[in-house]
């Protein structure tokens, strides 16, 4: 009875552990498409914004943007924008020297491709995510291999109209390596397969790409398990034996909304699932040995005492042989990984500590090991948190972090805080609960993020808010408004005759004036003002707290500010003037467009007037 319960005890604690682990890998694997997804959403918005701003030289402005984006986020093979009849317009391959830009000689006819015709179908800030497959160049598989996704949003052109494509192919190593590093602390190794019980990710390389690869198309899920995939195909997620083997799947969810804009989502074109199988003999636990041996050896100690001490003795040098080889091959997984493993017991005293863990916080393992966890690794302002997050971990196994994958803040042993991806499962032993985690720095990550949400909502030109954030922060500014009943106003400003500064001078001098137009008229505001870049040289400000009048005051300032600022390119005087409309918002039923366009009909009088002046709307 006792061998029955402990075997059955030790299942439902690997059927549990192997379903948190099947479904961290499939909710892993979505969080990385959902942001690559909202890296494709995001350039395609910026080069709609380009466009919009029908500058002389939008072109240049977007091979620049490409290009940038390819040096700060790894992992894309390239970076493309498809004008609207499918061609490459821009083309950035990352090769192992660093980006390279494709020169116009090597851009490729893309208007047959699937990706391509469904990129046209998309709405605005949707993204549409293609099958997992082997690159294809000029109708060949390139060789080596070259696992890709591809990432396409569409752009439109100032008009609105379809203006082509942005497309990211993301090098579908990324992926498959997480799942690899996954399988070094895993009973069964997660491996990927799409709707068709193919292989992404399989048992051995030779069983991959059975769609693509003739010789393997007979290689499925079906033939390497025969019996799962009926069971597997047919449900998102679950679990079951068959011949004493454990099976476990997950779907990976690409279907979701992206955060660009609400109606923002990847579309993805096929399926895939996370799935795992931990074999018969890993299912039953090494210390069932010992009650076997102890069973044989009841039945027959009557008819041979010697011969069973001598047996007995050999089967315990056996298992303890095993349970040493198991703990030699833990420790030799553990530390191979990149990720710091740590195990607590449940007064958060450290009993496992790996190297990754000593480098990443400088702290040895000689000196971690009993030690509260929280006190080391916790910054002060969360330790109280901790506390008493480990009270109730010690009675029910449970709390905040538990089977969560989440982003928090770390203090390495010298006391500086660092961001870490942390994931922890509890478990149960002698008695008491025990948490197992592994935290992975996310440094790099993050200050790719910011360059990127800083690329997101500034202009590249001058530093100002681009036009998308400026319209985000207006539109709260004057919902903001409406609530508390006090006034705002906005401005409105362009350079005059700035057509003729490009023609003149060149482009590079017509940057300079707009970049010392953006800081002088900086200076000229508060802080609390929202400045913005529209396109072009077309600028706005929203003023909160003040009155028309007020706000025709700040717009006459800057007004002599801009014609104060004494530009002399190749030391050549050149008067910069602008010429300004000022409205103040109505109340509410105005929307920041509304609010807009008075401001344009005032700046637009000025103009009439004569330019170099400031008119009231």
């Known amino acids: 009875m006792y061998l029955a319960m402990s075997n059955a005890s030790q299942r439902e604690a690997i059927k549990a552990r192997e379903a948190a682990r099947v479904n961290r890998e499939a909710q892993i694997m979505s969080a990385i498409l959902a942001a690559r997804s909202a890296d494709a959403a995001f350039l395609a918005a910026r080069i709609t914004d380009e466009l919009d701003s029908k500058h002389a030289s939008n072109h240049e402005r977007i091979v620049d943007l490409l ?15 498809l004008d609207s009849r499918g061609r490459e317009s821009v083309r950035v391959d990352n090769t192992p020297e660093g980006a390279r830009l494709a020169p116009d000689g090597q851009f490729q006819d893309k208007s047959q491709t699937a990706y391509f015709q469904k990129g046209t179908l998309l709405p605005f800030g949707s993204v549409s995510v293609s099958r997992f497959d082997l690159n294809v160049e000029r109708g060949e598989i390139e060789i080596p291999l070259l696992p890709v996704l591809r990432f396409s949003s569409p752009v439109l052109g100032a008009d609105g109209s379809f203006a082509g494509i942005v497309v990211l192919n993301l090098n579908g190593e990324v992926i498959r390596e997480r799942l690899r590093q996954a399988a070094s602390a895993a009973l069964g190794r997660p491996l990927l397969v799409n709707a068709d019980g193919y292989w992404l990710v399989g048992p051995t390389p030779e069983e991959e790409w059975g769609f693509q690869l003739r010789e393997r198309s ?27 083997a454990l099976y476990t799947f997950d779907v990976v969810q690409a279907d979701s909304t992206i955060g ?4 923002s989502v990847m579309i993805p074109e096929e399926g895939w699932k996370i799935v795992a199988r931990v074999p018969k003999e890993r299912l039953a636990p090494p210390l069932n040995t010992v009650f076997i041996v102890m069973t044989v050896g009841l039945a027959v100690f009557l008819g041979g005492l010697s011969w069973l001490w001598a047996s007995g003795r050999a089967k315990r040098d056996m298992i303890q042989a095993e349970l040493a080889d198991s703990e030699s091959q833990f420790r030799a997984m ?3 990984s990149q990720d710091a493993l740590v195990m607590t017991d449940d007064q958060g005293r450290v009993a496992f500590w790996n190297r990754a863990a000593e480098r990443m916080f400088g702290v040895s393992r000689q000196d971690m090991e009993g030690r509260p966890l929280h006190d080391v690794v916790a910054p002060a302002d969360e330790l109280d948190k901790a506390r008493v997050g480990l009270r109730d971990f010690k009675q029910t196994g449970d709390g905040a972090v538990i089977n969560e994958i989440g982003e928090y803040v770390a203090r390495r042993g010298d006391g500086s805080p660092f961001p870490v991806e942390l994931s922890v499962a509890a478990f149960r032993r002698d008695d008491r609960w025990w948490a197992v985690g592994s935290a992975r720095d996310i440094s790099e990550r993050k200050r790719a993020e910011e360059a990127l949400r800083e690329l997101a909502t500034t202009d590249g030109l001058t530093g100002l808010l681009n036009r998308r954030r400026f319209v985000e922060m207006g539109e709260a500014e004057i919902e903001r408004t409406k609530r508390t009943g006090r006034p705002l106003s906005l401005i409105m400003f362009d350079v005059d005759h700035f057509k003729k500064v490009n023609d003149t001078f060149g482009h590079g001098v017509g940057d300079m004036v707009l970049v010392a137009l953006a800081r002088t008229a900086t200076d000229a505001l508060r802080a609390v003002d929202i400045l913005g870049r529209l396109g072009g040289e077309e600028f706005a400000a929203i003023l909160p707290e003040t009155g028309l009048g007020e706000a025709a005051d700040v717009a006459e300032r800057l007004r002599r500010a801009v014609a104060d600022m004494g530009l002399a390119p190749n030391a050549e005087p050149l008067p910069v003037r602008i010429s300004l409309g000022v409205v103040q918002g109505q109340g509410a039923g105005e929307t920041l467009d509304d609010l807009l366009r008075r401001a344009d009909t005032a700046l637009y009088k000025a103009k009439s007037a004569g330019r170099d002046r400031v008119e009231q709307g």
Do not use: C, H, M, N
Request: cysteine-free; aromatic content about 14%; hydrophobic content about 35%.
């Open 260 to 263: 660009i804009t609400s109606s």
């Open 218 to 244: 007979e290689l499925t899920v079906q033939s390497a398990w025969p019996g799962t995939w009926e069971r597997i195909r047919s449900q998102e997620r679950g679990q079951f034996l068959l011949d004493g």
């Open 67 to 81: 290009w940038s984006f390819a040096e700060i986020k790894s992992g894309y093979v390239q970076v493309r924008f």
């Open 334 to 336: 553990s530390e191979a």
